[in-house]
């Protein structure tokens, strides 16, 4: 409990007034005025201070006595990190005057907020609502501590701190808006606006779906002889996408996917990526795990069914990219030791030419039982830096100096093919695009 402005106003006023009085004893002692002037105005000052704080004495009593306002917090347990997240607060109070109080609250570290704090008139036994806006832009379990209420005294001499509501956690996941908005297109949009292709099918590494009549464009391998004779019309074979097949994402959690490309990490923009083409996969019959590695260790084994999105979601939200350096050849062999059946492993991390050491015999170990597909991350400002124009020799200088970096990426990433893995070299923005569109690939030439 603290003197309210009002009550350090008067505090102020009375202050000056002992100045005033002093002055004029000094002035009555100076020029012979009378001396009763000076006792006159010594009086006023003395019973005015005696009376400020006798009602300041009787206001901190009363204001002790009056029961506190109490508050509840209401806020979504579940949020995406960047969102923007309504938060409500209900206050009510039991006292038999109208409460001016001024609202604010402890919200999470890391947070943009609106609207706060706020001023609130609440009637005599009544309740109001607080609303505010947050947007936490990290991931992971966010604390909410104690609503703040400053409530003042019924003179308004006091001012009190009220520590309201019980401190309470939310759970930040990744931003899933790929996904919302992948759900509300059509099946027609959906892969034209996300700048997903699907290409021609090739071979038969496709199951039989269904007979259907003959239309015009379909192969004479996809005729059912035996059924065209049987009902005197031509019958077509339709084939579908294989489907009990196994995607497990391997991700990177080392130190190079803390490297920042606009508002998000690699790390979170290869969230973002896996979780997109974790639902796809979902939605074709395929059955999605999870394995992390490089100073994080968490193994989720693959399961079907669009609820285990949310199982995904759920291990990895409180992920973030640690500072120890990425052992391939670990990673590969303890994905090996887990998981037997044939899958497409896809491997999202941020690889570099001198790194091919330690990644080769990890490739290796992975294509003994798997089909590996590398998303390998680039920094935006390589292709920044040769699309600028070259005015001087810093320019020129750190241009060669990216183009051999380049080439050498490029190296890398020959290597790779070479040894039979499939390979993404993208910028982090386009890393979901790019995957989804090698997914789709991969389903329709039977490769997996």
Not at 6 to 32: E, G, H, N, P, T
Not at 344 to 373: F, G, K, M, T, Y
């Amino acid at each position: 409990m603290s003197p309210s402005k009002r009550a350090l106003l008067y505090l102020s006023a009375w202050a000056v007034l002992a100045v005033i009085v002093a002055l004029l004893k000094i002035m009555a002692a100076s020029f012979d005025w009378p001396a009763s002037y000076a006792d006159l105005s010594f009086q006023m000052w003395f019973y005015s201070g005696l009376t400020l704080a006798g009602l300041a004495l009787i206001d901190w009593i009363v204001l002790l006595n009056e029961p506190k306002p109490l508050a509840v917090r209401d806020v979504n347990t579940n949020v995406a990190v960047g969102s923007k997240t309504q938060v409500k607060i209900k206050l009510k109070h039991y006292c038999r005057r109208r409460l001016d109080l001024i609202v604010n609250d402890h919200y999470p570290e890391h947070s943009s907020i609106t609207d706060l704090p706020q001023t609130v008139k609440l009637p005599a036994k009544q309740t109001a609502t607080v609303t505010y806006h947050l947007s936490i832009q990290k991931r992971g379990d966010a604390q909410f501590s104690f609503v703040r209420i400053l409530r003042q005294s019924w003179l308004g001499l006091w001012q009190q701190v009220v520590l309201a509501s019980a401190p309470e956690s939310v759970k930040v996941y990744p931003n899933f808006a790929a996904i919302h908005h992948y759900l509300l297109l059509s099946a027609d949009q959906q892969q034209s606006q996300m700048g997903i292709r699907k290409s021609q099918r090739r071979g038969d590494g496709l199951e039989f779906h269904q007979l259907r009549e003959y239309r015009l464009g379909d192969s004479l391998r996809q005729i059912d002889w035996r059924a065209s004779s049987r009902l005197n019309k031509l019958i077509s074979k339709e084939y579908q996408e294989e489907k009990d097949q196994n995607i497990v994402f391997l991700l990177d959690c080392g130190r190079r996917m803390r490297t920042q490309d606009d508002q998000l990490s690699h790390f979170d923009h290869s969230l973002n990526a896996m979780l997109l083409l974790a639902y796809i996969g979902l939605k074709q019959g395929d059955a999605v795990g999870l394995a992390t590695f490089g100073g994080l260790s968490r193994w989720l084994p693959p399961q079907k069914g669009t609820y285990f999105i949310n199982s995904l979601m759920n291990q990895v939200y409180d992920c973030h990219p640690t500072l120890n350096a990425s052992d391939f050849i670990e990673a590969a062999t303890t994905l090996n030791s887990k998981i037997r059946k044939r899958s497409l492993v896809v491997l999202i991390s941020n690889c570099r030419n001198e790194d091919w050491i330690e990644l080769e015999p990890a490739v290796r170990l992975l294509r003994q039982h798997h089909l590996v597909l590398l998303a390998n991350l680039k920094e935006q400002s390589l292709e920044s830096v040769l699309e600028t124009p070259i005015e001087k020799f810093e320019d020129a200088q750190r241009y060669a100096e990216t183009c051999q970096f380049i080439a050498q990426r490029q190296q890398l990433i020959a290597n790779c093919v070479n040894q039979g893995v499939v390979t993404v070299d993208t910028t982090p923005k386009r890393l979901a695009t790019e995957i989804v569109n090698e997914y789709f690939k991969i389903k329709r030439s039977g490769k997996l």
